[in-house]
């Protein structure tokens, strides 16, 4: 596609629910990352992969949270028994794997918690 | 620990004049990339321009410049004859390995 698509834009979900966001990247990009934000703040790194490989979870909270990118290409983030300190935007972003030039972000997912 | 610091929570700048955004960081690396991102409230973050950290000339893009002192472990963003489209979020971020780190952002409101 000609951006990074999220869905959905919004969720609610009830204190204790499972959720699953999803993340379609620009088709070619290689590199895949997940990004945080909590209101009034600046994205956090969640994780990172490199085509189908998990390179980097060292951001995931806790062991609550999982992504997975199983065919190199749309990759969900799952976040189990949710929490309210889970109430964020999550930011999905892709790029070619050249380091410096920057990424392609998403709208992100709206979470609520309640 | 790595962090990016952006003294400015808000700005306002009059359409047609300049502004200039702070932002210090702290890396112990020598190999890193600096970035500044606008967020409007569609929530996309948008890459407004980059700076490679090995390079002495500052990078400008348009009506928006830096003005990098890796000494002092500072990324100014300046953006000139500021238009209403330019209203958002701006964050500063650096890029070491493959992960960025981001400031808290400074709120840019452009009067007309």
């Known amino acids: 596609g000609a951006g990074v698509s999220q869905s959905p834009r919004y969720k609610v979900a009830k204190r204790g629910q499972d959720v699953a966001l999803r993340c379609d990247p620009i088709?070619?990009?290689?590199?895949l990352f997940w990004y945080q934000q909590a209101l009034g703040q600046g994205p956090e790194f969640l994780t990172y992969?490199?085509?189908?490989?998990?390179?980097?979870k060292s951001g995931l909270p806790s062991d609550r949270f999982f992504a997975e990118r199983p065919e190199g290409s749309v990759s969900t983030l799952k976040i189990q028994r949710t929490q309210q300190e889970d109430s964020a935007v999550y930011l999905c972003?892709?790029?070619?794997?050249?380091?410096?030039?920057?990424?392609?972000f998403g709208s992100g997912t709206r979470l609520t918690v309640v | 620990a790595q962090t990016v610091t952006q003294s400015q929570p808000e700005m306002s700048v009059q359409e047609a004049e300049t502004v200039t955004l702070s932002c210090t960081y702290d890396?112990?690396?020598?190999?890193?990339?600096l970035f500044w991102y606008k967020q409007p409230p569609s929530r996309q973050m948008i890459l407004v321009i980059r700076?490679?950290?090995?390079?002495?000339q500052n990078a400008t893009e348009n009506r928006f410049s830096v003005n990098f002192q890796k000494a002092a472990k500072s990324f100014s963003l300046k953006i000139s004859d500021s238009q209403l489209g330019d209203a958002a979020m701006y964050f500063c971020?650096?890029?070491?390995?493959?992960?960025?780190?981001f400031g808290e952002g400074t709120q840019l409101t452009v009067n007309p």
């Open positions: 972003a892709s790029s070619l794997g050249h380091r410096g030039y920057g990424y392609t």
């Open positions: 088709s070619g990009h290689v590199s």
């Open positions: 992969f490199q085509n189908e490989a998990q390179l980097d």
């Open positions: 890396t112990s690396e020598s190999d890193y990339y």
């Open positions: 700076q490679e950290a090995y390079k002495q």
């Open positions: 971020a650096y890029e070491v390995g493959s992960r960025l780190t």
